[in-house]
């Protein structure tokens, strides 16, 4: 009996079950067919403005910082703004995002580069496929737009997120990449991301930038201010 | 072998644990940290309690369920470029992950925290095989470089101060300067930061745990803080998740509820860092990402618990909250527990994995206090499952001596009433009858007369909520920050 076939029979003489009673495998079929929704914390039930806002205290509360310009136009001059107010260099890494591609980045002197990290670049920019204002956190798509290393290797990573991408909390993204993706709704990896990188692990006391990046920045395009 | 057991020893460990200072002092933090901020991020959200009846239903059903949602996790990993290898026990869970890394011709393998590879003693087995584990989230970094275990489930290094680590470093990194100043805690941050990046562009396969296993998507979830799981299974050829069969929820809306409760039971964050969620292996568009994917799934005699007063158990999410409101973790740490797993959910879990003749005395190592039950975010019965162990250490007929000692490790923490005092009103109640007992274990509140046939009451989790909300203030230090890491997985 291979190891599979005995942990099965095991599980089964355990629970008393052949594994061929319909009511059970009818359960099994109807969850996973109508994913059950739960309960879903009334304070990221948010619309508009107040959405934006509540997300930024999240975000803020584990010290992401965050920016809201009103347009894609304004993201490029937002992000060298951040650089320079840092102290940081001028350059930076992206993936193959249209979004990010569209915007005048040739209106500042940054230094822009594309492609995955290697591990050699100081500074990232992502664009997050929605932000989730329960936690503040961005969530993220691996694929050649927004490549995952751009994530976890630089020392500062700059994430731009369309208000209009803002839902209320994870739920409501797994619900949007089933609408848009259907039986096979997850990409290799989804990143969702609360804050720059922390470890408790030297002397009990938090210090931002264990392994990911020490820095944060989320730049909100503010849809509602537009419209 | 599995990793090293000194459970039955627990007497003599936490009579050693209550004379070093060192490890007191630390164990003093705990107090102010975990608790406080599990306290604060619970009562910060008005959902909290019924997200934790939802955290219990979910698991249950899934236990319920358990051998259909396999197969389904299992094809769904299959049909996402991914492989599921089933492992009976410890060994042939180490057999698979050395044959993974063999066929990839493999030297480095770095690796995020894993509980798993603990149990199974992996990072042993992989020297022994000729390959190089490299541990990296940090705490497991530092224990690695000590050769010691982990003595709690989300802060593996938890018993060491910055003053060791320095030492710690200065000893093995000696590539850099030993001038160097290393003062300041967050240099040592840095210090790890840059060794171990090396490592992880020079890996050749990553080895993770896994928090949640999605049946829906064939999906395995890790949650850290640091991102060091991220970079571990990203760069290098082959991502390899261990992860044990009750990791299994049905659905992504399942695993956001359980999402909920683990980072506010583990750190009183609302969320973690990095959730991270993984299904097979690089697609072909993708420029990053590991190239193959595997999923090693450990039985290692959970099968057995399913079906028993035990199945319970098997909700646990491995928070540690259960640990850090312990009064007994709080006096001895993890490691006189002697395996993996220490704390209330180690006293339970210990026995089924690893025998009752091992790990049979931990089920004593409790004041039956009830604090680990209000906090746990699945609520498992943890005091009436230690209770269930040691009724039936009494029914297998255990030989007289070993009984004896199992009832003088009662004795050893009633006759030290101090361990009682940080407990909770309850905790003070059998205090005053212990002190009645004057050592006589069969007066003790909870010896087994007394449990027999009725349930020893369990505080209410608002009430003892409350309590600590009223009384945070007072408690925290100056300075003193709670301890921050990614969950157990
Ligand atoms: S038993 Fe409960 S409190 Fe303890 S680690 Fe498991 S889930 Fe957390």
């Not at chain 1, 961005?138 to 020392?155: M, Q």
Request: hydrophobic share 40%; with cysteine; charged share 20%.
């Amino acid at each position: 009996m291979t190891a599979r076939d005995e942990i099965l029979a095991n599980i089964r003489r355990s629970l008393g079950v052949t594994g061929q009673e319909e009511p059970r495998r009818q359960a099994v079929a109807d969850r996973l067919s109508r994913p059950e929704r739960g309960i879903v914390p009334a304070r990221g039930q948010k619309n508009g403005a107040e959405a934006i806002a509540t997300f930024r205290t999240y975000a803020e509360a584990v010290q992401t910082t965050v920016a809201v310009v009103s347009g894609p136009a304004q993201v490029p001059a937002e992000a060298a703004r951040w650089l320079s107010a840092n102290n940081l260099p001028a350059r930076l890494r992206m993936g193959a995002d249209a979004r990010l591609a569209a915007m005048p980045w040739g209106a500042t002197t940054l230094d822009v580069s594309h492609g995955p990290s290697a591990g050699a670049d100081l500074n990232g920019v992502s664009h997050a496929f929605a932000g989730v204002t329960e936690t503040g956190s961005l969530v993220l798509l691996s694929g050649p737009d927004n490549p995952t290393t751009i994530n976890f290797l630089p020392d500062n990573h700059i994430v731009v997120l369309d208000s209009l991408d803002l839902v209320p909390a994870l739920e409501d993204v797994w619900t949007r990449l089933r609408a848009e993706a259907g039986d096979d709704p997850l990409p290799r990896t989804v990143n969702m991301v609360t804050g720059p990188s922390r470890s408790g692990d030297i002397d009990r006391t938090i210090f931002l930038g264990a392994h990911g990046p020490r820095a944060l920045h989320v730049i909100v395009i503010d849809r509602h201010a537009t419209a | 072998m599995t990793a090293t057991i000194t459970s039955p020893a627990f007497r003599e460990n936490a009579h050693q644990a209550l004379q070093d200072k060192q490890l007191q002092a630390v164990l003093g933090t705990m107090r102010t940290g975990f608790s406080v901020k599990r306290a604060e991020a619970a009562a910060a959200l008005p959902e909290f309690e019924a997200l934790r009846d939802s955290a219990r239903d979910i698991k249950n059903h899934t236990l319920a369920h358990l051998d259909l949602y396999l197969e389904q996790y299992e094809a769904k990993v299959t049909a996402s470029g991914g492989h599921v290898h089933f492992a009976r026990d410890a060994a042939e869970a180490r057999r698979i992950v050395a044959d993974i890394c063999r066929a990839l011709g493999a030297k480095t393998v770095t690796k995020g925290k894993s509980m798993i590879s603990e149990e199974i003693g992996l990072n042993d087995h992989l020297e022994r095989e000729g390959f190089t584990p490299i541990e990296t989230d940090l705490g497991e970094y530092i224990i690695q470089l000590r050769h010691e275990t982990p003595s709690h489930i989300i802060a593996p290094a938890f018993h060491l101060s910055a003053a060791q680590v320095e030492q710690d470093f200065r000893r093995v990194h000696t590539q850099l300067p030993p001038e160097r100043d290393l003062s300041e805690p967050v240099s040592l941050l840095n210090e790890a930061r840059q060794a171990l990046r090396q490592h992880f562009l020079a890996a050749d396969v990553g080895i993770t745990g896994a928090n949640f296993l999605i049946a829906e998507t064939g999906t395995s979830v890790i949650v850290t803080n640091e991102g060091n799981g991220d970079l571990t299974q990203t760069l290098p050829k082959a991502h390899i998740v261990l992860a044990s069969l009750e990791k299994l929820v049905p659905t992504l809306d399942d695993c956001a509820q359980m999402l909920r409760v683990l980072a506010r039971s583990a750190t009183g964050q609302d969320s973690s860092v990095y959730t991270t969620f993984s299904t097979g292996a690089r697609r072909a568009s993708d420029p990053d990402g590991p190239g193959a994917y595997h999923v090693v799934l450990l039985d290692n005699g959970r099968t057995g618990m399913l079906g028993t007063s035990f199945q319970e158990m098997l909700r646990c999410i491995r928070c540690g909250a259960c640990m850090n409101h312990c009064p007994v973790y709080q006096a001895v740490g993890g490691h006189a527990y002697g395996w993996t797993y220490p704390g209330p959910m180690g006293s339970v879990l210990t026995p089924a994995l690893i025998g009752v003749d091992k790990g049979g005395h931990l089920p004593n190592a409790s004041t039956f206090c009830g604090r680990c039950e209000s906090v746990c975010p699945v609520r498992i019965p943890l005091p009436k499952l230690m209770r269930h162990w040691r009724e039936k250490e009494f029914e297998r007929h255990l030989t007289p001596a070993t009984s004896r000692s199992g009832l003088a490790l009662w004795g050893f923490f009633a006759r030290r009433p101090w361990l009682y005092r940080q407990a909770t009103r309850l905790g003070a109640a059998a205090l005053a009858l212990a002190a009645r007992g004057k050592g006589k274990f069969a007066s003790l509140p909870f010896a087994s007369g007394w449990t027999q046939g009725r349930d020893f009451p369990a505080p209410e989790g608002r009430t003892f909520q409350a309590m600590w909300a009223a009384q945070a203030g007072k408690r925290r230090l100056a300075g003193a920050q709670p301890d921050v890491k990614g969950q157990a997985q």
